[in-house]
């Protein structure tokens, strides 16, 4: 007879319960240039508010799928998967398998659509049927079906701006101040290069001289996004 005991806690599923909740990934930080409260302090005009991107499937038109091949006895993998970072892929796998890259070749032969949603994700079946591959000496193909690629796959991430804008009396933009928040789901996958972006070009074709971006990527109880 097995016993069990565990806890039961709220989960955290949105960005809102993140910033309730104070649970965020350690990558979050801050950027300032220029002195922004001193443009605030002379602003003649200051706007707040708040901008929510919800999250996107990439839905590609493929599914995650791979064909893995022992040869060499077993002792070398060759690969075809649908994934666009194949260097990623194989330096995972050869990690799995405590073995040196040069005995994994990964091969696209076609992406079949990957809007990003493949850049990492794939490892997650790369993996496992590597693995089962090398025990078995046999080739091993996984393919995933829709309901089953967009349940594990996760999305790209939710974010929510809360931004602060100072004009000065001709309406041209002093300063912009504001906090961004990312969901990133239970792994930070590529949320750190997401929020790069997010943070850095979040002033669009302005030349905006005195700006601050508090960064946080959301550590959520979701499957984890891109």
Request: charged residues 20%; proline residues 3%; glycine residues 8%.
């Amino acid at each position: 007879l097995v016993q069990v005991e565990y806890e039961v806690l709220k989960p955290i599923v949105t960005i809102e319960d993140a910033i309730r909740e104070q649970s965020f990934f350690k990558t979050e930080g801050f950027e300032e240039v220029g002195d922004v409260n001193k443009a605030f302090a002379e602003a003649k005009h200051i706007f707040e508010g708040e901008v929510y991107i919800g999250a996107q499937e990439h839905f590609y038109f493929e599914p995650h799928n791979c064909l893995i091949i022992p040869r060499d006895s077993g002792n070398e993998l060759e690969i075809f998967a649908s994934c666009q970072n194949p260097t990623l892929g194989q330096r995972i796998v050869a990690t799995a398998l405590d073995i040196t890259m040069s005995k994994v070749t990964l091969r696209v032969p076609r992406l079949g659509g990957g809007f990003g949603g493949k850049e990492t994700r794939g490892n997650i079946i790369l993996v496992p049927s590597s693995v089962a591959a090398v025990k078995f000496r046999r080739p091993v193909r996984c393919l995933v079906n829709r309901d089953v690629d967009m349940a594990i796959m996760g999305n790209r991430s939710s974010a929510l701006f809360k931004y602060k804008i100072a004009l000065d009396e001709n309406h041209k933009i002093l300063a912009l101040s504001h906090d961004v928040y990312l969901n990133a789901g239970n792994t930070t996958d590529m949320s750190g290069e997401v929020m790069y972006c997010l943070g850095y070009k979040s002033t669009n074709a302005y030349a905006i001289k005195n700006v601050l971006i508090n960064s946080y990527v959301c550590k959520t109880n979701i499957s984890s996004n891109t």
